[in-house]
């Protein structure tokens, strides 16, 4: 049986690289504005068998992360810098998570509310 392992950072370069150029010329001058570094950040419970999950992009008091558990990116409210408050399982590609954010900036809805709720991690 094949353990689940977290992504690389080399991996997840390539990820976010290739979400990056499929967006739109608007979409693409929003990530330049938000994309940081990538930073493992503290997720609970969720986030511990990995040592967090990787924020790539912050934007008010939300992150943009890849869920390595899911294989999606997300989008998430922090309350203190370094700990992601919300667990999403989404299976988005990079863009897509963008453009809920641009819906969320442009039209006052906020799409990440109606995203699926967790399941548990299998052991």
Partial sequence: MIRWQPIAEDALRKRVSQGASRMSASERRLWDAIRIEPEKWAQRPYGEAG?????????????????????????????????????????????????????AIDQGTDLVRMRRPPVPIPR
């Fill in 51 to 103: 040592n967090g999950f990787w924020v790539i992009a912050v934007i008010g008091r939300s992150v943009i992360w890849y869920n390595d558990i899911e294989d999606g990116f997300n989008r998430s409210n922090y309350t203190a810098y370094g700990t992601i408050d919300d667990y999403w399982c989404n299976q988005d590609e990079l863009e897509v998570t963008l453009k809920y954010l641009m819906n």
